[in-house]
């Protein structure tokens, strides 16, 4: 229904006119984010070597040259989705960008992870339903590989934000051994809490049945009680 819905609506908007360069850009982003979301749903769910870019131009409704304008390759999708996947995480993360993780910001990080895990659920079943399957993690690796010369030089890459948003937590971890004493590893602490957070989401995204509202806030809770 999500997809006829808005392919009706990009339909009605390309019949707008005269269009203003604000509007073409908004026809441009609408038809990049139907593009994705299709692509998304044929990785998740006939594996991503299965999938072919005709399959998912078919899905979105728009034709197969139309679709090399906008992605000339699976391997440029895939490497956006994922992108897509850690700005959203990222616009919570460290919000005056200044490079060091303040208690607040830990706790507001948290908060906002799981509200939007809450508010977009179908969206997370179908990501990790990819990078689940080996096909797509080893991709991941040969993307993440090719494009480590361009993280040096640039933040627009997965590996810099992933690089930025390590940094920024493994300094908030060090920085708390100051309280906790000598014996504080800070490494394993951060490790372990990235376990937790990846266990409960994926617990939460995958359950059949609904959380309850009060154990999940509960839950949220007891997580930032633990390593804020």
Known sequence: MYHKIQKTIICITDYMTPRTSI???KIREAKRSLIMQSALEHFAKNGYYATTISHIAKHAGISKGLMYNYFPSKEALLKEIIYNYIQEIY?????N???YLTE????????????????????????????MQSEVRLKLIELQKSIETLAAR?????TALEKQIY?????????KKEKAGQEYDSDLELNIFIYTIKGFALTYVFNETEFDEEYFEKSVNKIIELYK
């Open 167 to 175: 940094k920024t937590l493994s300094d908030y971890f060090k920085r």
């Open 97 to 99: 960008r200044d490079g």
């Open 104 to 131: 607040e910001e830990f706790e507001y990080f948290i908060h906002q992870i799981y509200r939007t895990l809450k508010e977009k659920k179908s969206f997370f079943q179908l990501l990790f339903q990819m990078m």
């Open 23 to 25: 509007q073409l850009e």
């Open 154 to 158: 640039s933040d627009d890459s997965i």
């Open 91 to 95: 616009q919570y993360f460290d919000i």
